[in-house]
Structures are given as structure tokens and as C-alpha cells.
């Protein structure tokens, strides 16, 4: 099975721009998940959806948005970017209740 | 809301070493996960357990659930062994496993 797959790998952006992400989970997982990595942070919890239905939220500003389609595809949305939004973003899609398989990332540079 | 606090922060170990690295977290899971990710940023599942023991090769983890603690052990460490060890459990107690919290990590670094 192909794994967890995230584009573009790589993004770079100005302050102000929008950018949007995409995840493709693993066949057969319904549900995704967004999660943001910074070196002050760490890792933290963006988003989950199951069934194109936003099960959870995080502690993020109305700016960050996402959404899943009904092949289980994910998208997320950081509009207005600021210089603290250059992350590496996360993927992870799991069978309901089980655990997590990880995407590469997007490495997004905010200048 | 839940905190996860692991320790140590930082470790280095001489190959073949037994190591040991702690979680704890503040309010009752439904299963709790141990991660590893290397340079470069991919983040691989090691574990997810709600009770007692796991074993995965060389990685074996433990959970006490009274306690709120858990315990992630490498036998007979390798330099390949080297990465970075996370804990994370679940933001929301009873709900999926795909909102979870993280600990700030273990850097473990495995001398030859």
C-alpha cells in the first residue's frame, strides 16, 4: 500500500500570501489529520477530519482552514501568512480509533 | 485539557546501552503513542497502548495507567537507534486517536 503522501514537499511564500496544502491518506483511511511543527512550538494539533466532517479542532487562529473530500483527500488553507506560519506541516491518516501514520511534510518557508 | 512532560531531553548513549525514556501526562487517556522521527522530519509510529507492555524488536513500552506514566525502553541500543523519541496522547479523552498533543521529544544520540 502507498503510503501517507503530502504536496508539495517543498513552498515558499511572502507574508500576506495564501497557501494551501494537500494530503492523500492511505486507502481505506477516512481519517486526517493536521499537525504543525516549529523548533518553539514543537508539534502541535491542527485539525481532524473523519468523513469530510471536522472532528476536532486546535488552538489556531480562523487564518489556518481545512477540508476533506469525498475520496478522503485533505486540503488545508493558511491565508494572510505571517513569518511565524513557516513550519513543517503534517499529515497522518489512521482507520477510525488506531494509530496514526505519518506523511512527509510540507516544509513551508514564510519570507 | 491534557499536558504531556517527557524526559530526559537530550540523551546520549554508547552502543549497546540499555535506555530509558519517560512520559507522563496530566488527565486519563484512551491510548497513548510513542513516535519516532529522524532528521529530515518523517515521524514513524512506534506504538499505541492503553495498557501494560508492548514489544517491537529491540523497543519495548510500558504504560501504567493509574499513574499516568509511561515508559519507552531500547535494548542493546544501536547508532541507527538515533532519532528523535515522542510521546503523544489524544487532546479529548474517549474520542479518535487523531487529535493528539505531544510531548516536547527526546533526542537521542547512539555513539559507535
Known amino acids: 500500500k502507498a503510503g501517507v503522501t503530502q504536496t508539495p514537499r517543498y513552498l515558499i511564500k511572502t507574508r500576506g500570501q495564501q497557501v494551501t496544502l494537500s494530503c492523500s491518506p492511505i486507502?481505506?483511511?477516512?481519517?486526517v489529520s493536521w499537525y504543525q511543527q516549529t523548533p518553539g512550538q514543537g508539534l502541535q494539533f491542527l485539525f481532524e477530519?473523519?468523513?469530510?466532517?471536522?472532528?476536532n479542532k486546535g488552538n489556531f487562529p480562523g487564518r489556518f482552514s481545512g477540508r476533506q473530500f469525498s475520496n478522503s483527500r485533505s486540503e488545508m488553507n493558511v491565508s494572510t501568512l505571517e513569518l511565524g506560519d513557516s513550519a513543517l506541516y503534517l499529515c497522518?491518516?489512521?482507520?477510525?480509533?488506531?494509530?496514526?501514520?505519518f506523511g512527509p511534510g510540507t516544509r513551508l518557508t514564510v519570507l | 485539557k491534557n499536558e504531556v512532560e517527557q524526559s530526559p531531553q537530550n540523551l546520549t548513549a554508547q552502543e549497546g546501552e540499555f535506555i530509558t525514556i519517560n512520559c507522563s501526562y496530566s488527565?486519563?487517556?484512551?491510548?497513548l503513542h510513542w513516535l519516532q522521527q529522524h532528521p529530515g522530519g518523517g515521524i514513524v509510529s512506534l506504538f499505541m497502548?492503553?495498557?501494560g507492555k508492548k514489544k517491537h524488536g529491540r523497543l519495548i513500552a510500558t504504560i501504567n495507567i493509574q499513574e499516568k506514566h509511561s515508559s519507552l525502553h531500547i535494548t542493546a541500543s544501536h547508532p541507527r537507534d538515533s532519532a528523535v523519541y515522542i510521546c503523544?496522547?489524544?487532546?479529548?479523552?474517549?474520542?479518535?486517536?487523531?487529535?493528539?498533543?505531544f510531548g516536547k521529544g527526546t533526542k537521542l544520540s547512539v555513539k559507535p
Open positions: 497522518a491518516s489512521s482507520l477510525r480509533n488506531n494509530e496514526q501514520f
Open positions: 486507502s481505506g483511511h477516512r481519517s
Open positions: 477530519y473523519f468523513s469530510e466532517t471536522q472532528r
Open positions: 488527565v486519563g487517556i484512551s491510548a
Open positions: 497502548l492503553s495498557s
Open positions: 503523544a496522547v489524544p487532546l479529548n479523552y474517549g474520542g479518535s486517536q487523531g487529535n493528539l498533543i
